[in-house]
């Protein structure tokens, strides 16, 4: 609490005097003017205050923190009575040993080699133990989930180009199909899980009788056979519902912003290409889609930040079993559930010969937690520098 | 074999004339709008044709967009308490036909499964002695009012100095608040479950709350773009008047922007009331603060509505109720400021 405060005194202190810093140099050059120039620096500076300290505090500050503690064992036993993260943060600089463990590893790295090791997991069905790569089958789901970004832009740019015509009621559309976009996710998961049961509406619709639940996926591993593929082999309808769920509630906000798109594309080369004989489905492809390129590279851009954190969807669809099992759904979880599962959530010691950090008992380790989500960040870092270094390449 | 030939020779002079097959296709393409070789469909003609396939197209996607939302509705008033349990939802295509087993619990008649939710959806396992159903409400209301009201007005406080006001190095904050969009919530979740947890936030209304009275760096940036679109000869006319930045701000750009900020507002609202993660990861379900999305997994993770799932989604209406009429109400608002957003990109 002590500590908060402290960092928030610092804070104002910080941007007083660089507001001051900032101030006087005019002082000196402009005697006329300087009343005005002070108080624009003053109270621009006031004005911004409150977002400068929530963002540096909230997001700066605890994504240092969370770089810094995962090289430690920081977890949720390890504070003795009136400690906080700030105390511990305070023995790490004051050379304090944060590193070891009670069983002598004092890696500081242990998380990361713990994040991508493989591991022979017995699966209990099978005589021999099986070896997987939990990182790699959770970022294998998620990359899964982005087939997804493709298909909800096909599809909007197709439903954006039909409502943009001159049509009567196109802004009755834009409303129906923004609807999913704003209702709860539960609230549609929970819908979904009843329309598409074995005997739901949507398999009588179809005259199918798709298992789009199973009931190993409450224990996904159990499932897993010697010598079977476990990224192609199994949940791959289980994936398809969530991707579908996924399209169906993002349609609305990719059509609004590609109908905004629409409306700016040049009307007057437009009209020229059709004079000159161009027929509709020319005038898209060599007017319409290069004028709406940015839109395009934005949303591609941002679906993919936002598909890399996909969390609650499978979540709710196919919960992890809350207190049995060490690890989350293997076939349908999305990366970020590492991130809870190890890092919020209290769990029993980690199962694995690679690693005892020997706590007894419970305990969330956030310094896990805090690992798995660096590599996140770098992951969705890469991901976006390598799609603005494509940009670049078209623009050339 | 002549005929042969002369289909060749007619393709090989397919500029000149086509077959009569060819030219009788073109004639009915012509009827439907199309334009061939042989005959040139009116412009008028294109586009009904053109217009009525849009419709057809859209009525379809618009029919995939609803039916969901309506089959929740539908589903929240099927007869699922009785001994059929589930199976009243397995049978519903349209609208729930009467069991002939009949309610268990008759209570409330056609309104049972929401009776049944006021009542006791939100009581039992692991939810707090006190908590109710309204009190899930309350909690919603409250996280997703004060923390969007406050923290919108922190916002256009920043925005208003990062689009009016020159400072030095103002550029160079907004760039660095900008970044932090970079970083992924899901990254520095833990961390901040650690900060709040010595903030004495965790497990109470604070870490829902406060957080989000410091404004948002997306609200500021779409409010600052609207605000680049006011003249400042307003505020200089102000300032000659002997305005201050205070005055300027309340009598000024808080009128002038409210389109914008009611826009950001509702949005940062519908977020907010949604907001399923943030209750989830650092509020325990056993506590009296989860808000309502949350409640919702809780109540569904029991074994009491397993195989009675009438009231869950009764539940999943009443979540999504508040949010479409506030959205069907300030629909124009909405999209529109969402379009400013594709415009600017």
């Not at chain 1, 099986?130 to 439903?159: C, D, E, K, S």
């Not at chain 1, 290409?273 to 591609?300: C, E, H, S």
């Not at chain 1, 851009?301 to 989350?328: C, D, H, K, N, R």
């Not at chain 2, 205070?246 to 609202?269: D, H, K, N, T, Y």
Request: proline fraction near 4%; charge should be neutral; hydrophobic fraction near 50%.
């Amino acid at each position: 609490m002590e500590d908060n405060t402290t960092v928030a005194v610092e804070e104002s202190a910080a941007v007083d005097s660089m507001a001051a810093e900032a101030a006087l140099p005019q002082k000196k050059k402009r005697k006329p003017i300087n009343q005005q120039k002070l108080q624009d620096n003053l109270w621009g500076w006031a004005f911004c205050v409150p977002l400068i300290v929530g963002t540096v505090l909230f997001i700066y500050i605890a994504l240092v923190m969370a770089l810094l503690l995962s090289f430690t064992t920081y977890n949720s036993l390890i504070l003795g009575p009136g400690d906080s993260i700030w105390t511990f943060l305070g023995d790490m600089f004051a050379g304090k040993d944060v590193y070891s463990d009670s069983v002598g590893n004092t890696d500081p790295l242990r998380w990361y080699k713990y994040v991508f090791q493989w591991e022979e997991y017995s699966t209990g069905t099978t005589t021999s133990p099986y070896p997987m790569n939990v990182t790699g089958m959770l970022l294998f789901n998620t990359v899964f989930y982005a087939i997804g970004i493709p298909i909800g832009m096909v599809l909007a740019m197709f439903f954006a180009v039909c409502m943009s015509r001159d049509i009567k009621g196109g802004n009755v559309f834009r409303v129906v199909y923004y609807l999913p976009c704003v209702a709860s996710t539960v609230s549609i998961v929970y819908t979904f899980t009843n329309m598409f049961g074995t005997d739901g509406v949507i398999n009588r619709l179809l005259g199918a009788n798709i298992p789009w639940f199973r009931e190993e996926v409450s224990q996904p591993w159990l499932t897993l056979t010697d010598g079977g593929d476990p990224f192609w082999g199994h949940g791959l309808l289980q994936k398809s519902l969530i991707i579908i769920m996924s399209v169906w509630k993002g349609l609305g906000g990719t059509i609004i912003l590609y109908i905004a798109g629409l409306s700016g594309v040049n009307a007057s080369t437009k009209e020229a290409a059709q004079i000159d004989g161009a027929n509709g489905w020319r005038i898209f492809w060599k007017i319409t889609m290069p004028d709406l390129y940015p839109v395009i590279f934005y949303n591609i851009v941002t679906a993919v930040i936002g598909g890399m954190q996909i969390y609650a969807e499978p979540e709710l669809f196919f919960p992890t079993a809350s207190t049995t099992g060490s690890y989350p759904n293997f076939l349908t979880s999305g990366y970020v559930s590492l991130i809870w599962f190890w890092g919020v959530t209290s769990r029993a010691r980690i199962d694995t010969n690679y690693y005892d950090p020997g706590i007894p008992g419970n305990a969330a380790y956030q310094s896990l937690g805090a690992a798995y989500g660096m590599v996140l960040a770098v992951i969705i870092l890469v991901l976006t520098l390598f799609q603005f270094w494509l940009d670049r390449k078209n623009n050339d | 074999m002549e005929n042969m030939q002369s289909v060749q020779v007619d393709i090989a002079e397919e500029e000149i004339k086509v077959s009569s097959f060819r030219y009788g296709l073109n004639a009915v393409l012509a009827f439907f709008g199309f334009s061939t070789k042989t005959h040139r469909a009116s412009k008028k003609r294109a586009k009904l044709v053109g217009d009525i396939v849009t419709y057809i197209v859209l009525l379809f996607g618009a029919f995939l967009m609803i039916y969901p939302f309506w089959w929740m509705i539908a589903a929240s008033f099927a007869q699922t308490g009785g001994q059929e349990g589930n199976n009243a939802l397995s049978g519903l295509d349209w609208w729930p036909t009467p069991s002939a087993f009949g309610y268990d619990d008759a209570v409330g008649g056609f309104f049972r499964n929401y009776v049944v939710l006021f009542d006791r959806g939100f009581s039992g396992g692991i939810f707090d002695p006190s908590f109710s159903y309204w009190r899930a409400v309350a909690n919603n209301l409250f996280y997703s009012i004060v923390p969007v009201v406050v923290g919108v007005i922190t916002s256009a406080m920043a925005a208003f100095s990062f689009a009016k006001i020159n400072w030095i190095g103002r550029n160079a904050v907004f760039m660095f608040l900008l970044a932090a969009i970079m970083v992924p919530g899901p990254s520095i979740m833990t961390t901040q479950y650690a900060m709040y947890q010595s903030f004495g936030f965790l497990n109470n209304w604070a870490v829902m709350v406060v957080p989000g009275l410091f404004g948002a760096i997306m609200t500021a940036f779409f409010i600052r773009q609207f605000l680049f679109g006011l003249p400042t000869s307003i505020i200089e006319a102000a300032k000659i008047d002997g305005a201050g930045y205070g005055r300027i701000f309340v009598g000024f750009i808080l009128p002038l922007a409210m389109p914008a900020i009611v826009a950001q507002g509702l949005l940062s609202f519908m977020g907010c009331w949604n907001n399923y993660m943030g209750s989830y990861i650092f509020i325990t379900g056993s506590s009296v603060w989860v808000n309502l999305p949350h409640a919702m997994t809780i109540m569904n993770s029991g074994t009491t509505f397993a195989s009675d799932q009438g009231p869950i989604l009764a539940a999943a209406v009443m979540c999504v109720l508040p949010v479409i009429i506030l959205f069907a109400i300030f629909q124009k608002m909405i999209i529109g400021s969402l379009m400013l957003t594709g415009s600017k990109e």
